[in-house]
Protein backbone atom coordinates (compact mmCIF):
# COMPACT_ATOMS: atom_id res chain seq x y z
CA UNK A 1 0.00 0.00 0.00
CA UNK A 2 1.68 3.06 -0.98
CA UNK A 3 1.14 6.64 1.05
CA UNK A 4 -2.15 8.84 1.43
CA UNK A 5 -3.75 11.50 3.48
CA UNK A 6 -5.87 11.11 5.88
CA UNK A 7 -7.59 14.31 7.86
CA UNK A 8 -8.92 14.35 11.67
CA UNK A 9 -9.94 17.45 13.43
CA UNK A 10 -6.95 18.05 15.60
CA UNK A 11 -4.32 16.80 12.17
CA UNK A 12 -3.63 15.85 8.75
CA UNK A 13 -1.91 13.18 8.61
CA UNK A 14 0.10 11.45 5.94
CA UNK A 15 -0.80 7.80 6.21
CA UNK A 16 1.72 4.30 5.11
CA UNK A 17 -1.26 1.48 6.37
CA UNK A 18 -2.88 1.58 8.89
CA UNK A 19 -0.28 4.43 10.80
CA UNK A 20 0.67 7.99 10.33
CA UNK A 21 4.23 8.79 8.61
CA UNK A 22 4.43 12.81 9.31
CA UNK A 23 1.65 14.76 9.80
CA UNK A 24 0.51 18.54 9.90
CA UNK A 25 -0.83 20.21 13.34
CA UNK A 26 -4.16 22.14 13.42
CA UNK A 27 -4.04 25.50 15.78
CA UNK A 28 -6.76 27.19 16.94
CA UNK A 29 -7.65 30.57 15.15
CA UNK A 30 -6.20 33.96 17.29
CA UNK A 31 -8.72 35.87 15.83
CA UNK A 32 -11.63 33.06 15.44
CA UNK A 33 -11.82 30.49 17.74
CA UNK A 34 -14.18 28.67 15.58
CA UNK A 35 -11.67 28.27 13.15
CA UNK A 36 -8.15 25.92 12.96
CA UNK A 37 -5.46 27.07 11.18
CA UNK A 38 -3.45 24.24 9.46
CA UNK A 39 0.46 24.55 9.70
CA UNK A 40 1.74 23.78 6.22
CA UNK A 41 5.56 24.06 6.77
CA UNK A 42 6.39 20.51 6.29
CA UNK A 43 3.61 19.39 3.25
CA UNK A 44 6.75 19.98 0.59
CA UNK A 45 8.80 17.31 1.73
CA UNK A 46 5.37 15.13 1.51
CA UNK A 47 5.31 15.50 -2.06
CA UNK A 48 9.42 15.28 -2.95
CA UNK A 49 8.71 11.24 -1.55
CA UNK A 50 9.67 8.88 -4.21
CA UNK A 51 6.05 7.60 -2.77
CA UNK A 52 4.50 10.60 -2.82
CA UNK A 53 0.78 10.35 -2.28
CA UNK A 54 -1.54 10.36 -4.90
CA UNK A 55 -4.69 10.90 -3.30
CA UNK A 56 -6.55 12.05 -0.67
CA UNK A 57 -9.21 10.29 2.25
CA UNK A 58 -11.21 12.87 4.04
CA UNK A 59 -13.40 11.67 7.21
CA UNK A 60 -15.34 13.09 9.34
CA UNK A 61 -14.68 12.75 12.75
CA UNK A 62 -15.54 13.59 16.21
CA UNK A 63 -13.05 14.91 18.92
CA UNK A 64 -13.22 12.07 20.72
CA UNK A 65 -11.94 9.67 17.82
CA UNK A 66 -8.28 8.81 19.07
CA UNK A 67 -5.52 9.78 16.07
CA UNK A 68 -4.36 6.98 14.67
CA UNK A 69 -0.94 5.42 15.35
CA UNK A 70 2.76 6.28 14.41
CA UNK A 71 4.70 4.66 12.33
CA UNK A 72 7.59 1.88 13.97
CA UNK A 73 10.76 3.46 14.05
CA UNK A 74 12.88 2.23 11.08
CA UNK A 75 15.00 -0.92 11.97
CA UNK A 76 18.53 -0.41 12.89
CA UNK A 77 20.89 -1.17 9.95
CA UNK A 78 21.47 -4.78 9.51
CA UNK A 79 24.28 -6.41 10.07
CA UNK A 80 27.88 -7.01 7.83
CA UNK A 81 27.76 -3.20 7.24
CA UNK A 82 31.42 -2.11 8.87
CA UNK A 83 33.68 -3.68 6.27
CA UNK A 84 33.39 -5.26 2.59
CA UNK A 85 32.31 -8.86 2.48
CA UNK A 86 34.49 -11.41 0.81
CA UNK A 87 31.91 -11.39 -2.22
CA UNK A 88 32.71 -7.38 -2.66
CA UNK A 89 36.65 -8.27 -1.60
CA UNK A 90 36.32 -10.90 -4.30
CA UNK A 91 34.76 -8.52 -7.16
CA UNK A 92 36.82 -5.41 -6.23
CA UNK A 93 40.49 -7.81 -6.55
CA UNK A 94 39.14 -9.32 -9.68
CA UNK A 95 38.43 -6.11 -11.60
CA UNK A 96 41.10 -4.26 -10.31
CA UNK A 97 43.68 -6.75 -10.65
CA UNK A 98 47.04 -6.32 -9.20
CA UNK A 99 49.61 -4.85 -10.76
CA UNK A 100 53.05 -3.93 -8.95
CA UNK A 101 54.87 -1.56 -11.39
CA UNK A 102 52.64 1.76 -11.43
CA UNK A 103 50.65 2.24 -14.84
CA UNK A 104 48.37 4.56 -16.35
CA UNK A 105 44.71 3.55 -16.44
CA UNK A 106 42.14 4.07 -19.32
CA UNK A 107 41.68 7.12 -18.87
CA UNK A 108 45.07 8.36 -18.08
CA UNK A 109 45.74 7.72 -14.14
CA UNK A 110 48.66 6.47 -12.73
CA UNK A 111 47.57 3.51 -10.49
CA UNK A 112 49.57 0.39 -9.18
CA UNK A 113 48.14 -2.60 -6.89
CA UNK A 114 44.57 -3.02 -6.70
CA UNK A 115 43.28 -0.17 -8.36
CA UNK A 116 45.24 2.39 -5.72
CA UNK A 117 45.38 6.14 -7.23
CA UNK A 118 46.88 9.19 -5.82
CA UNK A 119 43.51 10.33 -5.06
CA UNK A 120 42.70 7.35 -2.89
CA UNK A 121 45.25 9.03 -0.67
CA UNK A 122 48.99 7.19 0.31
CA UNK A 123 51.10 6.40 -0.88
CA UNK A 124 51.54 8.84 -4.23
CA UNK A 125 51.83 6.79 -7.51
CA UNK A 126 54.57 8.33 -10.13
CA UNK A 127 55.84 6.63 -13.16
CA UNK A 128 58.20 3.78 -12.43
CA UNK A 129 56.99 3.06 -8.95
CA UNK A 130 57.25 -0.64 -8.40
CA UNK A 131 55.40 -2.56 -4.79
CA UNK A 132 55.61 -5.66 -3.52
CA UNK A 133 53.00 -7.79 -2.58
CA UNK A 134 52.51 -7.08 0.84
CA UNK A 135 52.38 -3.75 0.09
CA UNK A 136 49.64 -3.98 -2.98
CA UNK A 137 46.96 -6.06 0.15
CA UNK A 138 47.89 -3.63 2.96
CA UNK A 139 47.77 -0.56 0.08
CA UNK A 140 44.05 -2.28 -0.75
CA UNK A 141 43.05 -2.37 3.19
CA UNK A 142 43.61 0.79 3.72
CA UNK A 143 41.69 2.45 0.70
CA UNK A 144 39.16 0.44 1.53
CA UNK A 145 38.55 1.88 4.40
CA UNK A 146 38.15 4.90 3.24
CA UNK A 147 35.44 3.74 0.98
CA UNK A 148 33.57 1.99 3.77
CA UNK A 149 33.40 5.10 5.70
CA UNK A 150 32.49 7.17 2.69
CA UNK A 151 29.57 4.67 2.48
CA UNK A 152 28.57 5.06 5.43
CA UNK A 153 28.09 8.61 5.92
CA UNK A 154 26.43 8.99 2.38
CA UNK A 155 23.57 6.47 2.66
CA UNK A 156 20.81 7.16 5.36
CA UNK A 157 18.53 3.45 5.03
CA UNK A 158 19.46 0.68 6.45
CA UNK A 159 21.92 -1.74 4.12
CA UNK A 160 22.67 -5.44 4.28
CA UNK A 161 25.78 -6.97 4.02
CA UNK A 162 25.76 -7.27 -0.30
CA UNK A 163 23.95 -4.02 -0.39
CA UNK A 164 27.02 -1.84 1.71
CA UNK A 165 29.45 -4.09 -0.29
CA UNK A 166 28.35 -3.33 -3.89
CA UNK A 167 28.36 0.33 -2.86
CA UNK A 168 31.71 0.20 -1.72
CA UNK A 169 32.97 -1.59 -4.67
CA UNK A 170 31.23 1.15 -6.78
CA UNK A 171 32.55 4.07 -5.27
CA UNK A 172 36.03 2.65 -5.37
CA UNK A 173 35.96 2.29 -8.64
CA UNK A 174 34.46 5.62 -9.48
CA UNK A 175 34.86 7.51 -6.42
CA UNK A 176 32.72 9.14 -3.63
CA UNK A 177 31.91 11.92 -5.35
CA UNK A 178 30.22 10.20 -8.22
CA UNK A 179 28.09 7.96 -5.63
CA UNK A 180 27.32 11.11 -3.46
CA UNK A 181 25.94 12.98 -6.59
CA UNK A 182 24.31 10.21 -8.03
CA UNK A 183 20.57 9.48 -8.50
CA UNK A 184 21.16 5.90 -7.31
CA UNK A 185 22.15 7.73 -3.69
CA UNK A 186 19.19 9.79 -4.19
CA UNK A 187 16.47 6.76 -4.86
CA UNK A 188 18.19 4.69 -1.73
CA UNK A 189 18.11 7.07 0.70
CA UNK A 190 14.38 7.34 -0.51
CA UNK A 191 13.92 3.83 0.29
CA UNK A 192 13.94 2.64 -3.50
CA UNK A 193 15.93 -0.32 -3.01
CA UNK A 194 15.40 -1.24 -6.67
CA UNK A 195 15.50 1.79 -8.55
CA UNK A 196 18.48 2.58 -6.90
CA UNK A 197 19.56 -1.22 -7.77
CA UNK A 198 18.58 0.04 -11.53
CA UNK A 199 21.00 2.61 -11.96
CA UNK A 200 24.25 0.55 -11.81
CA UNK A 201 24.15 -0.16 -15.43
CA UNK A 202 23.85 3.53 -16.25
CA UNK A 203 27.78 4.18 -15.02
CA UNK A 204 29.91 2.06 -17.53
CA UNK A 205 31.50 5.19 -20.08
CA UNK A 206 35.33 5.98 -19.64
CA UNK A 207 36.46 8.73 -21.97
CA UNK A 208 32.78 9.00 -22.86
CA UNK A 209 32.68 5.47 -24.11
CA UNK A 210 31.23 2.33 -22.78
CA UNK A 211 33.82 -0.09 -21.46
CA UNK A 212 32.97 -4.17 -21.58
CA UNK A 213 34.92 -4.60 -18.55
CA UNK A 214 32.71 -1.73 -16.39
CA UNK A 215 29.60 -3.03 -18.28
CA UNK A 216 30.57 -6.44 -16.76
CA UNK A 217 31.29 -5.23 -13.23
CA UNK A 218 28.41 -2.55 -12.91
CA UNK A 219 26.01 -6.20 -13.73
CA UNK A 220 28.56 -7.87 -10.92
CA UNK A 221 27.62 -5.16 -8.53
CA UNK A 222 24.03 -4.75 -9.12
CA UNK A 223 23.43 -8.61 -9.05
CA UNK A 224 25.78 -8.46 -5.80
CA UNK A 225 23.42 -5.58 -4.37
CA UNK A 226 20.34 -7.67 -4.99
CA UNK A 227 22.12 -10.93 -3.30
CA UNK A 228 22.12 -12.49 -6.94
CA UNK A 229 24.98 -14.39 -8.33
CA UNK A 230 27.51 -11.94 -9.05
CA UNK A 231 30.57 -14.87 -9.86
CA UNK A 232 28.51 -15.06 -13.72
CA UNK A 233 30.16 -11.78 -14.54
CA UNK A 234 33.61 -12.29 -13.40
Known amino acids: ?77 SSGTDHISSDGLTLVKHFEGR ?44 DLELFENGVRDLVTVPLNGDQFSALVSFSFNLGLGALGGSTLLRKLNSGDYQGAANEFPRWVNAGGQPLP ?16 DYTRFL
Open 213 to 228: GLVRRRDAEQALFLSQ
Open 99 to 142: ELQAYQDSVGVWTIGYGHTSAAGPPTVYAGQTISEAEAESILQK
Open 1 to 77: MGTWIKETSKAIYLMEGGYWISKLSKYPSSTNPQEMVLNIAAIRSWFTRADYPRAMTVSLTTHSEPPPKPAAPPPPP
